[in-house]
T-cell receptor, first 114, second 108 residues
Framework: NAGVTQTPKFRVLKTGQSMTLLCAQD?????MYWYRQDPGMGLRLIHY???????AKGEVPDGYNVSRLKKQNFLLGLESAAPSQTSVYFC?????????????FGSGTRLTVV | KNEVEQSPQNLTAQEGEFITINCSYS?????LHWLQQHPGGGIVSLFM???GKKKHGRLIATINIQEKHSSLHITASHPRDSAVYIC??????????FGAGTILRVKS
């Protein structure tokens, strides 16, 4: 089925470890986004991309890096994980014109940093 | 003050009841989205609207741009409607801003 696929679905990290979350979409969408979801708060934008080879900071970018080497993939990296990064991470994509069009979300990655 | 406020935060209903979830926002927008998130699941887009009303099955979404307010209605609610419902707005030329969500539980 067409859509947004996130891997892994669950992960436990020790403080200071690194990891990469992968987001893949097969809808030829230009825009891709990484969000984090914490209890009692709305989704917050970490980084986003408006096309292959481009990335930009969102609302809460500190401690994260991203890359979009291929149009269909958007990677989120944690270089040195901290307990404050315990969260559920969602990737999303949308067509070229972005904000005014429907979003497709992945199923989420639940990350625990101990 | 958050740009997007949802009410109620939590809602418990009996099967068959008519449900309303409200969303108020404080900025000018080009579109408003309603999303659904099942426990432990991903997020699904239900509606995107910029004016008037949209209906899909038992779900109805309305928006009043002048009053900066939107409502999501569920008719003949069912336990499978239990989920978190999220309102998100698209301010002009800017990225989506999300509400904290309304947790809905429908009891049989």
């Amino acid at each position: 089925n067409a859509g947004v696929t996130q891997t892994p679905k669950f992960r436990v990290l020790k403080t200071g470890q690194s990891m990469t979350l992968l987001c893949a979409q097969d809808m030829n969408h230009e825009y891709m986004y990484w969000y984090r979801q914490d209890p009692g708060m709305g989704l917050r934008l970490i980084h986003y991309s408006v096309g292959e080879g481009t990335t930009a900071k969102g609302e809460v970018p500190d401690g994260y890096n991203v890359s979009r080497l291929k149009k269909q993939n958007f990677l989120l990296g944690l270089e040195s994980a901290a307990p404050s990064q315990t969260s559920v991470y969602f990737c999303a994509s949308s067509p070229r014109t972005g904000w005014d069009y429907g979003y497709t979300f992945g199923s989420g990655t639940r990350l625990t940093v101990v | 003050k958050n740009e997007v406020e949802q009410s109620p935060q939590n809602l418990t209903a009996q099967e068959g009841e008519f449900i309303t979830i409200n969303c108020s926002y404080s900025v000018g927008i080009s579109a408003l989205h309603w999303l659904q998130q099942h426990p432990g699941g991903g997020i699904v887009s239900l509606f995107m609207l910029s004016s008037g009303k949209k209906k899909h099955g038992r779900l109805i979404a309305t928006i009043n741009i002048q009053e900066k307010h939107s409502s999501l209605h569920i008719t003949a609610s069912h336990p499978r409607d239990s989920a978190v419902y999220i309102c998100a707005v698209a301010p002009y030329g800017n990225k989506l801003v999300f509400g904290a969500g309304t947790i809905l539980r429908v009891k049989s």
